[in-house]
């Protein structure tokens, strides 16, 4: 059991660092590596989960795959001996946990599909009975299942959190046949993807997508795909709308920072060990029952 934050890697121009992911330039292509970083109400916490990294690019990878004949995605390899010359001596700090992907002009919003009524969508309806601006029935409980998905996207904002918007602001933003090409995938993927894990025992209660053009201007699926961190994953047995779920994610973190009253401001404090182990156990339990899967091995 290894862990990896702040990596630096000889060799490799480092073009920007995330919350949890860094980008390397790697020749043509570009080279994201995912740490074991955390972060909890727009805060990365200095404990870093052990594995975690690993868990969040091998998840997206068996969706890439899942989801190829939906739509395609940038990923190039995610063998380490496929890589440039450059990364071969990094094999240990890259297997796993990173991807070499292609470049691509990434649009500049977050694309999000809800079919579960829960977080920043659950509150907007008690106050307005909406979703991003989209009328929903009367009446709907914390964590009801939606009528139908929909299609409830976000602005990127490079601090804080990101921000809901109605479907007119993406098409100002990017164009009309844009707007609803990526509504369209969107929700395309979503139903395969919920599909997939009601059939593992899972709700997909909502999540997010960002999606780029490549060179020849064709739409491709990128970042990451379908992860905890970006994804609302609920177990099937003892679902009960009318509240909050138990879920695969971080909330167990935030369920802890919240009783301790921290002020949510950087910096953030340390994990007891208990937290951090149980918070590792989410993770890696929503890849083997999502995938069917043990985690590969940690040099592989």
Known sequence: MSTRSDMNLPGLRLLGRGKVRDLYECGQDLLMVASDRLSAFDVVLPTPIPDKGRVLTQISLFWFDLLRDVVPNHVVSARVRDYPAACQPLHQELAGRSMLVRRLRMFPIECVARGYLSGSGWKE??????????????????????PEPVFTPASKNSEGHDENIAFESVEERIGWDYAGRLRELTLAIYRRAAAHAESRGII?????????????????????????????????????????????????????????????????????????E??????????????????PGEYE
Do not use: H, M
């Open 278 to 295: 149980r918070t590792r156990e989410k993770y890696l339990a929503a890849y083997k029952q999502l995938t069917g899967r043990e985690l």
């Open 125 to 146: 309806y008690r106050q307005r009975g909406t979703v991003c601006g989209i009328q929903l029935p009367a009446g709907l409980r914390e964590s009801d299942r939606l």
């Open 204 to 276: 997909l209660a909502d999540t997010k997508f960002e999606f780029g053009l490549d060179a020849a201007g064709q739409i491709v699926l990128g970042d990451e795909v379908l992860t905890p961190d970006s994804s609302r994953f609920w177990p099937r047995d003892g679902y009960q709308p009318g509240g909050p779920q138990a879920s695969f994610d971080k909330q167990f973190v935030r369920d802890y920072l919240e009783r301790i009253g921290w002020n949510k401001q950087a910096p953030g404090p340390e994990l007891p060990a208990e937290v951090v």
